[in-house]
C-alpha cells in the first residue's frame, strides 16, 4: 500500500502512477557525508516545503502539476552505499521504461551514480550537466567509488560532462577534469557569456544533476557543505531555463539538501527550484498532450525488440 503523501498536496486525480508524466524518487540517503549530516532528512523536508507552495507558475503561467506527478516509496536501501546506488539505478530505470519523466531528490550526491548509470543505459550520447561547487571527480574516497565525493566520476569517463559553478577541488582531481568543460565560479562572474558557453557544450540530450551546494550560501544555508562565492538564484533559473528551451532534458535530480531546523527557507527554495525546473521541461506541453520521453531500447542488440514497423505496409 502506498504511503507517501502527494506532492504538494495536489489532488489526488492529479498524482495517480499512471497518468502522471513526472515521477519523483525520494532518496533519504546519508551514508557517506563527511561534515554537515542529516541530507538523509532533505526530501521530506522538501516535500513538506511544497505543500506550502503556490502552484501555479508566474513566468510560465502553467500550473505544471497537472501533467501529474506521481511520488515513489523512498528508496531505503542502506545496507551499503553500493547497494543504494544500485537501486536507485534499478528504480530510475524502471520508470524510465514507463515513459515517465524521472526526476530524484536526495539524500546526499552520491545517489547520482546510480541516476547517472540509468539515464545513460537508456540515452543516446548523454551530456551529465553537472551543477555543484564541488568537482567530485575522486575515483573513490574513503575506500568506496559509492562516496558522495567520486558523484561524477564514471560520468566523466562515459558521457558528455560539463561542470558548472565549481569552486573547491583536490588538486588529484585536476587529473580527471576536463578543463574545457569546467565553469569555474571565480572565472563566471567575470564572464557574461558563460551561460552561452555552457549550452553550446551540451549535446541534444541531458541529464542535469544539481547539488543544492552550487548555490550561495546566503541563499541556501541548508547543505552538507557550504561554499562561499556561489549561484543566485536568477542566474540559476536562467541558466536552466535556456537548457531546457534548447535541449531535451530527459530528467534530473536535486541532492544535499540539509534540512536545519533554524531555516526554513533553504527547504522552501529547494522546492520552488524543483518546481521551477518542471515547469520549464513542460512550459510548452498540453495537460492532454501524451509524454514521450524518447528512451530507446538502444543496446538490446534487436532482442525483445517490439518492431517499430511492424504495422507499416511494405
Ligand atoms: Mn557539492
Given at each position: ?122 540515452f ?124 531535451n ?43 514521450d520521453n524518447t528512451y ?19
Open positions: 500500500m502506498k504511503t507517501t503523501k502527494n506532492y504538494a498536496g495536489i489532488p489526488d486525480e492529479f498524482a495517480q502512477l499512471e497518468k502522471s508524466k513526472v515521477v519523483l524518487i525520494p532518496v533519504p540517503y546519508d551514508g557517506t557525508s563527511t561534515w554537515g549530516k542529516g541530507a538523509d532528512k532533505g526530501p521530506e523536508a522538501l516535500l513538506e516545503a511544497s505543500e506550502n507552495m503556490e502552484l501555479y507558475d508566474i513566468e510560465t503561467a502553467t500550473e505544471v502539476y497537472q501533467q501529474g506527478v506521481y511520488v515513489t516509496e523512498p528508496i531505503t536501501e542502506l545496507s551499503s552505499p553500493k547497494a543504494m546506488v544500485n537501486s536507485v539505478h534499478d528504480r530510475t530505470k524502471e520508470y524510465i521504461k514507463r515513459n515517465k519523466f524521472v526526476t530524484l531528490i536526495g539524500g546526499e550526491h552520491s545517489l547520482s551514480i546510480g541516476s547517472i548509470r540509468a539515464f545513460n543505459e537508456c543516446d550520447n548523454l551530456t551529465v550537466l553537472h551543477i555543484d561547487a564541488h568537482a567530485d571527480l575522486r575515483e573513490s574516497y574513503e575506500g568506496t567509488p559509492y562516496n558522495h565525493a567520486c558523484a561524477v566520476y564514471e560520468a566523466s569517463q562515459n558521457t558528455n560532462l560539463v561542470q558548472v559553478g565549481i569552486r573547491s577541488m583536490d588538486a588529484i582531481e585536476m587529473t580527471i577534469m576536463d578543463t574545457e568543460k569546467t565553469f569555474f565560479a571565480h572565472e563566471m562572474v567575470d564572464d557574461e557569456y558563460w551561460m552561452d558557453k555552457v549550452v553550446d557544450l551540451l549535446t541534444d540530450n541531458v541529464f542535469i544533476t544539481f547539488d543544492l551546494d552550487a548555490l550561495d550560501p546566503s541563499i541556501l544555508p541548508s547543505t552538507g557543505t557550504p561554499e562561499p562565492g556561489g549561484l543566485l538564484w536568477y542566474e540559476t533559473l536562467e541558466l536552466l531555463k535556456q537548457v531546457f528551451e534548447e535541449k532534458v530527459v530528467g534530473f535530480d536535486l541532492v544535499e539538501l540539509c534540512p536545519n531546523e533554524h531555516d526554513k527557507s533553504s527547504n522552501f527554495l529547494a522546492a520552488k527550484l524543483y518546481y521551477k525546473m518542471l515547469s520549464y521541461k513542460f512550459m510548452n506541453e498540453a495537460v492532454e498532450d501524451e509524454y530507446e531500447l538502444t543496446n538490446s542488440a534487436g532482442t525483445n525488440s517490439v518492431s517499430k514497423f511492424d504495422d507499416e505496409d511494405e
